[in-house]
């Protein structure tokens, strides 16, 4: 069965850094569109990064851009976060999906495109 599990979540101060990263196993990763979602208590789910098959496309949300950068390595059959600059609007559950694509290039933006979802990562930002 496909899983993808998620690791790299904790407690940084403001400011400081962390690299999330999602195993997946059980599925042909190169063939899938990957992205980075969260959420807050309270909040909905929202998309904060997302890469197409070939690495080559990716689409950050608006409050992450320039501080957050999502890569995938496809030999591993893994995909990272690497969150700079954390602010404490950044604390939420983490989750990891997978999103099959017929396009090496294609992102998928919307939660509704996603095939498998991770069981979450809490990331907490202190101030």
């Known amino acids: 069965q496909v899983q993808l599990v998620e690791s790299g979540g904790g407690l940084v101060q403001a400011g400081g850094s962390l690299r999330l990263s999602c195993a997946a196993s059980g599925l042909t990763f190169s063939s899938y569109a990957m992205g980075w979602f969260r959420q807050a208590p309270g909040e909905e789910r929202e998309s904060v990064a997302a890469i197409s098959r070939s690495g080559g496309s990716t689409h950050y949300a608006d409050s992450v851009k320039g501080r957050f950068t999502i890569s995938r390595d496809n030999a591993k059959n893994m995909v990272s976060l690497q969150m700079n600059s954390l602010k404490p609007e950044d604390t939420a559950v983490y989750y990891c999906?997978?999103?099959?694509?017929?396009?090496?290039?294609?992102?998928?933006?919307?939660?509704?495109?996603?095939?498998?979802w991770g069981q979450g990562t809490q990331v907490t930002v202190s101030s």
């Open positions: 999906a997978a999103a099959w694509s017929t396009s090496r290039w294609y992102v998928a933006h919307e939660a509704h495109e996603y095939d498998y």
